[in-house]
């Protein structure tokens, strides 16, 4: 038994040894093979072994294996590791998962997402709105023995952040409702928001500035609104806006560009379901009038008003005074004004390649 025992451990030391030297040939061709690739190496670099941190590939500058540079790296979530897919060595860990706790469904009560990454950042609010919103409470806890509630928004919040979100939803629910896109939205935010800190408009309320700055928004993105539509979706009149709008500009030194009539044409003609005939013709009416000085002191949006309604009274598509009104938020009168003052040119005002379903002179005269 005595000689058998030494037989086995002989043979099981020839073994160690012919693997260990298999193992240092391995590491030896892998040495040379990325020197090959990579040239030389740096003293410091030579010296890693795979126990040390994963070296940073010094072309591509990232984190790889330092056997397989060029290997895909594998991510195990569940462990947090980055595993090599040639050797399975791991080359990270502790790898964060910044994914959400919980998988979502689109037919969840209100769309509430239940990941704790919390919302995105705003800019526009002292805190870049990391600060902590306390939700309405539902069970006995969240109240005291008066009825009160233990936990609320005030103590977290300051007054100037209250007045701004209260701003921002005011600014988002008018802009819902003229379906105006979210870069306008956007800019009337920061609009309001350094009007706010300017302190320039005390004593104006915050609706009537938030009113103002949406219009402002949308003369500076090149799709200007009129008052009226403003003040159709506002709680503040007319006036109000008129004046806010002139301060604001005054308190902001800035300046917006002049409305033309076109800048209103396609979207009071798409409204009207005219044809693009029609729609080309009106805006060729328009600015020749404008061009000629037919219509000194008149508005561009009763210019257009009044350019629509001749374009469309010289096709098959007529349209009335009233029907064109309602959709430019123009009186009755101001257009039979304008349109007074164009008819006697209107030989010069349409466009050569008109086809008239009404010959222009037996377009109605006012």
């Known amino acids: 038994m005595d000689t058998r025992r030494f037989l086995n451990l002989v043979i099981i030391a020839g073994s160690s040894v012919l693997l260990l030297k298999k193992l240092q040939d391995l590491k030896r061709r892998k040495a040379e093979e990325a020197r090959r690739k990579y040239g030389s190496m740096p003293s410091w670099l030579s010296r890693l072994t795979p126990e040390d941190a994963p070296r940073m590939d010094h072309h591509l ?22 595993i090599c897919s040639e050797c399975g060595l791991v080359v990270g860990d502790r790898v964060i998962d910044v994914g959400s706790e919980w998988r979502t469904f689109s037919n969840e009560k209100a769309g509430v997402d239940p990941s704790r990454v919390g919302g995105p950042e705003n800019p526009l609010l002292s805190g870049g709105d990391l600060s902590t919103m306390i939700g309405p409470g539902t ?43 979210k870069t306008i939205v956007d800019r009337a935010n920061n609009l309001f928001k350094q009007v706010h800190d300017g302190k320039n ?10 009113s103002a700055c949406l219009y402002i928004a949308c003369r500076q993105e090149g799709v200007p609104r009129t008052f009226k539509e403003i003040c159709a979706v506002s709680k503040i009149s007319k006036k109000e806006i008129g004046r806010c709008f002139k301060l604001t500009l005054k308190a902001l030194a800035t300046s917006v560009d002049l409305i033309t009539t076109a800048d209103f044409m396609s979207r009071f003609c798409a409204n009207l379901d005219l044809p693009n005939t029609v729609q080309r013709a009106a805006t060729h009416i328009a600015r020749k009038a404008v061009e000629m000085d037919i219509v000194p002191g008149r508005s561009p949006i009763s210019v257009a008003a009044a350019a629509i309604y001749m374009a469309s009274q010289a096709s098959d598509q007529k349209k009335t005074h009233k029907e064109i009104g309602d959709i430019a938020g123009v ?14 040119h209107a030989a010069e005002l349409f466009p050569e390649d008109f086809k008239f379903t009404t010959p222009i002179d037996q377009l109605p005269q006012m």
């Open 61 to 82: 500058n990232k984190v790889c294996c330092y056997a397989h540079p060029d290997a895909p790296l594998i991510e195990d979530y569940r462990a947090g590791d980055m």
């Open 139 to 181: 069970g006995p806890a969240s109240f005291d023995a008066f009825g009160t509630a233990k936990y609320q928004n005030r103590r977290t919040m300051s007054s100037s952040d209250r007045a701004l979100i209260a701003a921002f939803k005011e600014i988002s629910t008018m802009a819902d409702r003229i379906n105006l896109p």
């Open 201 to 210: 408009l005390k004593g104006r309320s915050n609706d009537a500035k938030a």
């Open 331 to 344: 009186a009755d009168v101001t257009i039979r004004q304008s349109y007074r003052l164009m008819h006697p």
